[in-house]
Each structure stands twice: as C-alpha cells, then as structure tokens.
C-alpha cells in the first residue's frame, strides 16, 4: 500500500528559500519515480516535478524551473524539494507522491502547507 | 488555463448518473494513458481511475473511465452522497515535457 508523510512547509518571505522532505515506507520506494504535485488554496493541482529510481531524470514544471531542485534518498526512503526564490504564487499545500509506470499518481501523502508572504 | 479542459461542476440526484469530460490533444490524451483522481473536501486527492478504465482495489465499481481519441470520460452510476468531491484528469504531455492535470470538475449531489 504504502504511506508518505511530508514536512518542511511553513511561512516565508518572497525570495526565501525553504525545504521539505518526504519520508516514505511500506513499499520499495527504490523502484519508484516519486513526484511533488502543489495546490494553491481553492484552487486546481499542478504538477511539480519528477524524479526517477535513481535520480538522474528528472523534469519540473514550466513555473517551477530553475527555482525548485527535486531529489531523493534511497537509503534513507527520503524524497525532497528544495525550493529557493519563492514567490507569493507558490503559496500552495505541496503534496509528496509515488508515481507508477503509467504515471499514476498513489498513494499521496497528507500534504504540508507553504506559505510565501511578506 | 490547462491544456486538459474539464467542465467546472456537475451534479445529479442519488442514483443518477453523471459523466465527466476530459478534452485535450494529440500530446497528450491522444499519446499517453489518461487518469482520474478524485479528492474528497478537506482531504489529499486520491487515484480513482489509472491507466484510461482499470480502478485500483477499493474503488466502487460505480466509477469507470473510458478514453476515445483526444477526449476522455469518467462516469459515476448511481450517484451516491458520498461521491461530493472534485475530480481531475491528468496525463502526459509531450508539448510541455510535463504532467498536466485538468482544471477539475466539482461534482454536487443534489
């Protein structure tokens, strides 16, 4: 089944900078693409970014591109997002995800909250 | 403004049946498997539909998806107060070299 759990979010400024992890069990997170997929408050998903097994393929979102680094660690069953020169539109509840062969987005962990105000 | 075009809500009494669209293009529907995820009110969204029409263990069989060129559907038989929620499409795109979701649809037991 599996289970993920994000943390990390919080209040900052605009051009701030701010990690979350992701620390995932109950499947062989080796053998998965992981993801990060945003909402912003009332509003839709966007998808973020990708990350492969091993962690050299790799593709981000259009807004996201040159700002957020996506990485992982699988001795440590870990998924992060570093997010650097953060604006107020990234204010968004950041979800952590596996991601199957045919893109499938499961489980989602609960999310943590980012906040990017002045 | 996504590249994945859902109505904005829809609605039905109990045991009605509603249907969904998903209309997007050669790049991704037409190219790459379509999936449905459903989010509930105030909870992380949840894989509904994956791979164009399979349902993961768990889902109702009253959910079922169906694909055809560059559209898609997800229709719910028997409409249950329960299935209140926002539901998305999403897919590949090869334009973007992204994943796309759809805008969301919101669907309403009335």
């Known amino acids: 089944e599996g289970q993920l759990v994000e943390s990390g979010g919080g209040l900052v400024r605009p051009g701030g900078s701010l990690r979350l992890s992701c620390a995932a069990s109950g499947f062989t997170f080796s053998s998965y693409w992981m993801s990060w997929v945003r909402q912003a408050p009332g509003k839709g998903l966007e998808w973020v970014a990708n990350?492969?097994?091993?962690?050299?393929?790799?593709y981000y979102g259009e807004s996201v591109k040159g700002r957020f680094t996506i990485s992982r660690d699988n001795a440590s069953n870990s998924l992060y997002l570093q997010m650097n020169s953060l604006r107020v539109e990234d204010t968004a509840v950041y979800y952590c995800v596996r991601a199957g062969d045919d893109n499938w987005f499961d489980p989602w962990g609960q999310g943590t909250l980012v906040t990017v105000s002045s | 403004q996504s590249v994945l075009t859902q109505p904005p809500s829809a609605s039905g009494t109990p045991g009605q049946r509603v249907t969904i669209s998903c209309s997007g293009s050669v790049s991704n529907i037409g190219r790459h498997i379509l999936n449905w995820y459903q989010q509930l009110p105030g909870t992380a969204p949840k894989l509904l539909i994956y791979?164009?029409?399979q349902r993961p263990s768990g889902v109702p069989d009253r959910f079922s998806g169906s694909k055809s060129g560059t559209s898609a559907s997800l229709a719910i038989s028997g409409l249950q107060s329960e299935d209140e929620a926002d539901y998305y499409c999403a897919a590949w795109d090869d334009n973007l070299n992204g994943y796309v979701f759809g805008s969301g649809t919101q669907v309403t037991v009335l």
């Open positions: 791979s164009d029409d």
């Open positions: 990350i492969n097994q091993d962690g050299r393929e790799i």
